[in-house]
């Protein structure tokens, strides 16, 4: 396993289209998420997508325990999805406050649909279906939108509500988080 280095924001890598995977025996792939699960650690990340580390195939992973990036968030099980798809299971939107390992330092509020279903395959292959709402949606709809060289940046629709973490905070904005890797 090998922390890899996380592309950021103005690497043309982020902006491009991801590929599906063909293969999920392929063990490329299974080397490909450890490295990605280890490097999500290693930088405190709730989600990476394989893009972020220059590598154009559709694979996700996210995950929170009790992260220190995220102190107010509800817990979210470790998960990886191979090929991942989603539908919207309730059309009401709802605001909150997202960061990228790609875009380090900085927040921005972004609404997202309320829960979504999404499905996709493990690193086995095996069918993974799963109901998400609430944090757990946004951080799939986050981690998915880099499948499709989207930033969260892109979703911002009122920029007064972007900007970097001790700024956001002392303006009241944005609820304190401790000191972390990204700052
Ligand atoms: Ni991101």
């Not at 394989?50 to 992260?67: E, H, K, M, T």
């Not at 095996?126 to 930033?151: I, N, Q, S, T, Y």
């Amino acid at each position: 396993m090998t922390v890899r280095s996380i592309l950021r924001i103005g690497n043309p890598l982020l902006r491009q289209e991801s590929r599906p995977v063909n293969d999920i025996a392929d063990s490329g792939i299974k080397a490909l998420v450890q490295d990605m699960l280890e490097t999500m650690k290693d930088a405190n990340g709730a989600g990476l997508a394989a893009p972020q580390i220059g590598v154009l195939s559709r694979v996700i992973i996210f995950g929170l325990d009790s992260n220190p990036r995220y102190p107010d968030v509800e817990p979210v099980p470790l998960t990886v999805l191979v090929n991942p798809e989603y539908e919207v299971i309730d059309q009401e939107t709802i605001a909150g406050w997202e960061g990228c390992l790609s875009i380090p330092g900085m927040r921005g509020r972004v609404m997202r649909p309320k829960a979504i279903r999404y499905r996709g395959y493990d690193v086995e292959g095996e069918p993974v279906v799963r109901d998400a709402e609430g944090f757990h949606a946004r951080v799939f709809l986050h981690e998915f939108d880099h499948l499709d060289g989207k930033l969260y940046i892109d979703r911002i629709s009122d920029l007064s509500q972007f900007g970097y973490i001790p700024e956001l905070e002392a303006a009241g904005l944005l609820p304190r988080v401790r000191q972390e890797s990204d700052r």
